[in-house]
């Protein structure tokens, strides 16, 4: 089963309203990732957490770390109909030099 | 620099054809990972390659799958013979460490 889950599968909202997606996994990590996949296209690297930190911004994204329960969310305040895209959670564990994706959100945001 | 770039974008063949997929990873990046995507098993990661040397093949699906990296500004990914659930979006990515991968565009394959 994948390392990464992500939940919900598809959120639907509108312009300007907010956007959380969740992110459950199994095993101890290193840092755990979140990227974005516009239709068509290769995934994007968005932000960063590593396994010591609770709490990350970069402009309208907002990560949560919460190791004690193996989950991690983003937030996407103020959304735009141009961050419609799915949005995947990686997670970088001991094992290998390698990311383990999780199954991804399909976010829209309507105008 | 251009990124990772992908060739073909697009691929239709027939069942049992050999096809060959390209990657150009960003210079000076050491890691090299093919991936694959299917609306059913989501983002799978097939083989990924280390300074040019393969560093673990787990994930390639069976014999039919192959890949090398023969430097460090290219690499291929190569299914013979080909078959109708070898449909995907093959990926390619490369990263300068173990943290952040950069995904080129995909390769969108069909096999009929």
């Known amino acids: 089963s994948q390392q990464g889950e992500e939940d919900p599968q598809a959120l639907s909202i509108q312009e300007g309203e907010n956007a959380t997606m969740n992110c459950s996994y199994k095993?101890?990590?290193?840092?755990l990732q979140w990227y974005r996949q516009n239709s068509g296209r290769g995934l994007v690297h968005l932000i960063l957490?590593?396994?010591?930190?609770r709490e990350k911004h970069s402009g309208r994204l907002r990560v949560t770390l919460d190791t004690s329960k193996k989950s991690s969310s983003l937030l996407i305040t103020a959304s735009r109909a141009a961050d419609t895209a799915s949005y995947f959670c990686?997670?970088?564990?001991?094992?290998?030099?390698?990311?383990?994706f999780g199954g991804g959100t399909r976010l829209m945001v309507k105008p | 620099d251009a990124g990772v770039i992908q060739s073909p974008r697009h691929e239709v063949t027939e069942m049992g054809q050999e096809v060959t997929l390209r990657c150009k990873p960003i210079?000076?990046?050491?890691?090299l990972f093919w991936y694959r995507q299917t609306m059913m098993r989501g983002l799978e990661l097939l083989i990924y390659?280390?300074?040019?040397?393969?560093?673990?093949d787990s994930g390639m699906p069976e014999d039919r799958f192959s890949a090398k990296m023969p430097n460090a500004s290219f690499s291929t990914l190569k299914i013979q013979p080909s078959e109708p659930r070898d449909s995907a979006v093959y990926f390619c990515?490369?990263?300068?460490?173990?943290?952040?991968?950069?995904f080129g565009a995909g390769t969108r394959l069909s096999v009929l």
């Open positions: 390659f280390n300074n040019n040397v393969p560093i673990d």
């Open positions: 990515a490369s990263s300068l460490d173990r943290n952040i991968q950069y």
């Open positions: 957490i590593r396994s010591n930190e």
């Open positions: 210079s000076g990046h050491d890691y």
């Open positions: 095993t101890s990590i290193n840092n």
């Open positions: 990686a997670t970088d564990t001991n094992a290998g030099n390698m990311l383990t």
